[in-house]
Each structure stands twice: as structure tokens, then as C-alpha cells.
């Protein structure tokens, strides 16, 4: 296309964002790992400044097609425009090798965070690394999070008229009458600390490994994690193993407190997301990258049926522990295609979370499961 590429600007509309790329990402890094592909530049020309800009959501999963005929025209005539959404807008298949190849090149190495928060995320490793393994846990079960989804499994009558009242007051989010308990059953909730915990155990995770926390507060606090450290010991936080000096130049900035839990994410001996959010996607396609380092990419659906006959007595421990295990052995982040759904792009594997086109594969071939 030849067109001139301006460092992107995070959505200060969305919930989350709190922060400039530039707070985040190292953006000279970015520009220079990508100049054989991409010119970039920080900021509009002064000259280009001050003509209107031409701003779009793009069409969702879109191929090549779509940029040269549908965008590029856009470019010609209006010499600026603003994408103002990118989530999700370039097709998962059916691309170009060299297209996905440049995905992995900006994923995996034009997006390298500050220096900062490279510096924090390999002191957090060091620390844990020093103690024995660690698990990393993405315990997505924030205030924020269950709010959105309308999941409020194991609430009180309290916390469950918090959450409603959270999300009708968020004109962002576009569905407000929720079914949770419909939700959780269909698998499209993330688990609970209480039946995290009984998966963990189930899966026959060692006791004593450290697990570390790769979430914001956790709603409901203590009460929620009892159980969890109950059979887990040594879980901890950033907040715990770091000096209050150590992240005082996170105040307030929940995306770069992620991106230290991302980079820990990246080390860890397992992964583990609780749900298959987009920070949970491309980890997995990261640590595919990385070596296919082993995530455990749990079956939500089928645990919470499992959970539910198990805590009602129709199923044994050694029963359940056994069908957990055995649904669980071929989702460890191993070698495979992606699985591709024509004409349903929200239901087929996203590229970020196994880029395959770009991973140079162990002995294993290839399988598409």
C-alpha cells in the first residue's frame, strides 16, 4: 500500500486504557525493528496537521483485499486517515505468508516494552526463579471483568447488585441483562478462585509450586482466595514480591502493570488462564513462539459440568481428577494448526494465540485439532 504508518494511539474511550503507547511500549525499538517494512513515524507532518482527518472503524477479519480496494482509495483521497479500531480487523487465514510473518516480526519483536518495565518484569522473574518454579495464574476475576461479562457465580446478593449497577452505568458495554448462572454453564465465564483451585488440584499441580498472580484486585478479596491458598500455599503478587519503590512509576496504570504480569506470563514454567481474553491469546502464541512452552488451555464448558456433578456428589474425587486430566492432556499449548471456520471468524482460532505460520516446530508434525 505505501502508506506511512503513525505510531498508533491506545483507545482513551475503552474502560481500561489508562496509558500513551509510548507509556508502555519502547517506541524508538518499534520504529527501527520495523523500517525494512514499515515507515513510521511518531506524529503527523506539521504540514498534514491541519487537514481533516478521515477516521473509520474498519470491517472486522478483513483479508488484503478489503485494504486495497476499500482503504487505500481512502488514503489517495483524504492523504490521512485514522483506523479507529484494530482489534480483530485483519483476517486470522487466508492471508499471505509474508503478512503473517510480519504480524509475528511486530508481536514478537517491534513491540518490546520500556526499559522500565523490562527492568521490573526481570526482577520479578529473578525473584521467583530464585524460590523454584512458578506457575502464572490469570485469575481474570476483577471487578471490572465480572461487571462486563454479567458473571456473578458465587457473589453475594450485594456484590451481584454491585456488579449490575457497574455495568448498566457503562454506556461502553452494550449488553446489560445477563444470565450468569446461563453463562457459566456454557462455559463463557472465567472460573472462579474456588473452582480454579479444584481444577489445579485435579491436574495434579505440585502443592508447594509458587503461583503467581497475574490479575488485578481480585473482587470479594480474601474471602474469594481462601480456598485457592488453602491448596496452594505460596500464591503471590507483584505487590507482594516487589518493594512499594520497585512500582512507583506504575501508579494508577493498570496496562503497565500488565505488561510486567505479561513478561512474567512469558517466563513462567506453566501459564494458566482462567479465560481466553485477548492478554491470554497472545501469551499462549507467545510462549507457542518461545517453544511451545507448556499453557494449559483449560475447557471452561466442560469443567463447570464436571464441578457442578462433582460438588453434588455424582462424581467421585478420583473420577473427576481422572476426566480433568484426560479432557486436559492434548491443551497444553503443543503443536498444532490452527483450526480455521469459514465464515465464522469469532469461533476459529485467532492468529495471535498460535501463529504456526511463524514457529519453527519441534519433531512433532503438524496436527489440526
Known amino acids: ?218 473482587y470479594g478479596g480474601d474471602r474469594r482466595m481462601e480456598g485457592l491458598k488453602a491448596a496452594f500455599p505460596n500464591v503471590v503478587r507483584k505487590e507482594t514480591l516487589l518493594e512499594p519503590s520497585d512500582l512507583r512509576f506504575f501508579p494508577n496504570h493498570s496496562s503497565q502493570m500488565a505488561a510486567l504480569d505479561y513478561l512474567v506470563s512469558l517466563e513462567s514454567d506453566i501459564f494458566v488462564p482462567t479465560y481466553d481474553g485477548n492478554m491470554a491469546k497472545v501469551v499462549e502464541g507467545h510462549r507457542r513462539f518461545l517453544g511451545f512452552k507448556k499453557t494449559i488451555l483449560l475447557d471452561r464448558r466442560l469443567l463447570i459440568g464436571l464441578i457442578d456433578q462433582f460438588m453434588s456428589g455424582s462424581l467421585s474425587w478420583d473420577e473427576f481428577s481422572s476426566i480433568v486430566k484426560e479432557a486436559h492432556a492434548d491443551r497444553m499449548g503443543n503443536p498444532k494448526k490452527r483450526v480455521s471456520i469459514v465464515d465464522k471468524p469469532k469461533e476459529e482460532d485467532y492468529f495471535y494465540s498460535n501463529p504456526h505460520e511463524c514457529l519453527q516446530l519441534l519433531d512433532e508434525p503438524l496436527r489440526t485439532t
Request: hydrophobic share 40%.
Open 1 to 218: 500500500m505505501n502508506v506511512t504508518l503513525i505510531v498508533p494511539e491506545l483507545d482513551k474511550n475503552s474502560f481500561w486504557a489508562a496509558s500513551e503507547f509510548q507509556d508502555i511500549f519502547d517506541v524508538n525499538h518499534f520504529i527501527r525493528s520495523l523500517r525494512d517494512e514499515v515507515r513510521i513515524l511518531k506524529k503527523l507532518p506539521p504540514k498534514l496537521n491541519k487537514r481533516a482527518v478521515y477516521s473509520l472503524p474498519p470491517v472486522s477479519w478483513s483479508n488484503i483485499s478489503y485494504y486495497i480496494h476499500q482503504i487505500l482509495p481512502l488514503v489517495r483521497k483524504y492523504k490521512v486517515v485514522r483506523l479507529n479500531k484494530t482489534d480483530a480487523r485483519v483476517a486470522n487465514n487466508g492471508l499471505p505468508l509474508e503478512i503473517q510473518k510480519l504480524r509475528c516480526r511486530v508481536n514478537f519483536h517491534g513491540l518490546r516494552f520500556t526499559s522500565q518495565i523490562e527492568e521490573t518484569g526481570r526482577k520479578l522473574v529473578r525473584i521467583l526463579r530464585e524460590k523454584g518454579p512458578f506457575l502464572v495464574l490469570h485469575l481474570r476475576y476483577e471487578m471490572d471483568m465480572l461487571a462486563f461479562s454479567g458473571c456473578s457465580h458465587g457473589c453475594t446478593n450485594d456484590e451481584v447488585e454491585e456488579l449490575n449497577t457497574m455495568r448498566y452505568a457503562n454506556p461502553l458495554w452494550k449488553e446489560k441483562d445477563i444470565d450468569s448462572e446461563m453463562k457459566r454453564v456454557e462455559g463463557l465465564c472465567p472460573l472462579t478462585p474456588e473452582e480454579t483451585a479444584l481444577v489445579l488440584v485435579a491436574l495434579g499441580i505440585d502443592h508447594n509450586v509458587q503461583i503467581y498472580i497475574a490479575a488485578g484486585d481480585i
